[in-house]
């Protein structure tokens, strides 16, 4: 399949991330991921070793060469994860009533007493706090901590408890840092690959990211930064959280056991709108379609849940064990396009649409953006054209949420990997910018050769006068295809 003919194919708005495991390495396997509509393949830092993500990353720069794509890589940190440590017997059953101590000294897990991976457990819990294990399927209750090592359980919901479980801790206040000594080791790896994005796990305040961002400037790095959100403390500070970050990831799976799992549809749409009005793109995270991951189809829960988060207006949907451990990635792939094709028919912006700041250093850019997707909705355009280095262009109209197709076009090879993410844009490598007319006119015709436009369409073209000196975003012309 041509580039041309996947442009065609998969002219879909909202994006498909791919998380890339034992089941999606191979590189035929990839390239049908591509083929049906992956946009980002994330690398899982929680699992796997350096070696196995560098080859991965290979393989898909050879086919992003090879299929002319530009699907985006998406490095994510394990963070502060929590978890028990071996458990004898591959589990024991732990009912009810049953009293169980946690301590941080290494030991094989027994009924009487388990590793808990996290050394300052014993300081940051206090008495009557609930520990989660394994996704919430067990619950706990601290009745007694010594406030160094070993802190006793009280269990409320029991259930078999096998090694290496996650551990959630809703009630506390935790002091260990957002990067961790793994994450430091990771990132200086990440650092030295064409990577997009880096997502940081388990932000809890705007200077875990603002830390992260520090040290990617230090090392001239252009990947952008994406906040996970998946703790009560994120929620209390999104607000400050989504004004540092470039992207943010609302991660289901932690973050529905480590709040009231009633509260997560709202928190959901209310971060997503935030998102939009900021023009920050947004990814949905978590179990959208968790029974592929050995079913050849979804549930029609599934399907209702992936539907609403593209109605919602998300930038993205993301798949985890789905594509990395599943039976059959590509159907994955599959269906999720299909179900999002379906949803983008029904899809209205929620709420007002983002305006201008007039206090904002890019107030008149911004303005241009806006205005170009309004403008470009009223004369029924068939395209709206942006030049950006940055990639904030395509941000800002694309948080405008308008039907009309977006084209960005950039000089900046990295850039269009990351736009990848981004809401309906489509971004494409050109370097000539000799004249705006010029300009203009071969952007039409590189689009027409691509078969996206047409003799006589309409297009509303962005850009910056003059071009040489790529000033921000600060003209719009309506142009008609030759």
């Known amino acids: 399949m041509t580039a041309n003919q996947l442009y065609q194919t998969n002219r879909q708005k909202t994006k498909i991330v791919a998380t890339l495991g034992p089941a999606s390495t191979d590189k035929d396997v990839l390239r049908q991921l591509i083929i049906e509509g992956a946009d980002i393949f994330r690398l899982n830092f929680s699992h796997g070793d350096h070696a196995t993500h560098q080859s991965t990353l290979e393989k898909i720069v050879e086919l992003n060469e090879e299929l002319n794509t530009n699907v985006g890589i998406l490095a994510d940190l394990q963070g502060p994860k929590l978890r028990v440590g071996k458990i ?12 169980i101590t946690f301590t941080n000294e290494e030991c094989i897990g027994t009924k009487e007493k388990i590793y808990m991976s996290y050394s300052d457990f014993a300081k940051d819990v206090n008495v009557g706090e609930k520990v989660l294990v394994d996704d919430g399927k067990l619950v706990f209750e ?34 260990q840092p957002c990067l961790t000594t793994k994450d430091l080791n990771d990132l200086e790896f990440i650092l030295t690959l064409p990577v997009h994005w880096i997502a940081l796990s388990f932000v809890r305040k705007a200077s875990d990211i603002e ?38 990831m609302i991660a289901r799976g932690d973050l529905g056991v480590e709040v009231p799992m009633e509260k997560l549809p709202a928190i959901q749409k209310n971060v997503i709108k935030r998102c939009i009005q900021k023009g920050k793109p947004v990814i949905v995270a978590t179990q959208l379609m968790e029974s592929m991951i050995s079913n050849p189809a979804p ?24 594509t990395s451990v599943g039976k059959h990635p590509h159907l994955v792939v599959r269906a999720m396009n299909k179900i999002i094709d379906q949803a983008e028919r029904h899809y209205e912006i929620q709420g007002k649409r983002p305006k201008p700041d007039p206090k904002a250093a890019t107030f008149l850019s911004d303005v241009i953006c806006f205005k170009a997707a309004k403008t470009a909705e009223d004369i029924n355009a068939t395209a709206v054209i942006g030049l950006t280095v940055s990639g904030y262009t395509a941000f800002k109209i694309s948080s405008f949420r308008t039907n009309i197709p977006t084209y960005i076009f950039s000089s900046n090879m990295a850039i269009l990997g990351t736009l990848n993410l981004v809401w309906g844009v489509k971004a494409f490598y050109y370097d ?16 027409k050769e691509k078969g996206l436009v047409k003799k006589r369409d309409l297009l509303v073209n962005t850009g910056s006068m003059p071009l040489k000196r790529r000033f921000r975003t600060n003209m719009m012309k309506i142009t008609i295809v030759d």
């Open 142 to 175: 601290v009745v007694e901590t010594d406030q160094e090592s070993i802190v006793k359980l009280k269990s409320l919901f029991g259930g078999i408890l096998s090694s290496n479980k996650g551990v959630n801790l809703p009630d506390t206040k935790i002091s």
């Open 299 to 322: 549930t029609r829960a599934e399907v209702t849940d992936v539907a609403n988060a593209v109605i919602d207006g998300a930038d993205a949907v993301m798949l985890s064990g789905e």
């Open 88 to 99: 004898e017997n591959n589990g024991i059953n732990i009912v009810e009533g049953d009293i």
């Open 432 to 447: 000539k910018f000799s004249s705006t007319d010029e300009t203009i006119e071969d952007l039409s015709k590189i689009l």
């Open 211 to 248: 830390e992260l961002k520090a040290i990617i400037s230090q090392r001239n790095h252009p990947a952008l930064v994406i906040a996970k959100v998946e703790k009560p403390e994120a929620i209390e500070n999104i607000k400050e959280i989504v004004k540092v970050s470039d992207a943010i």
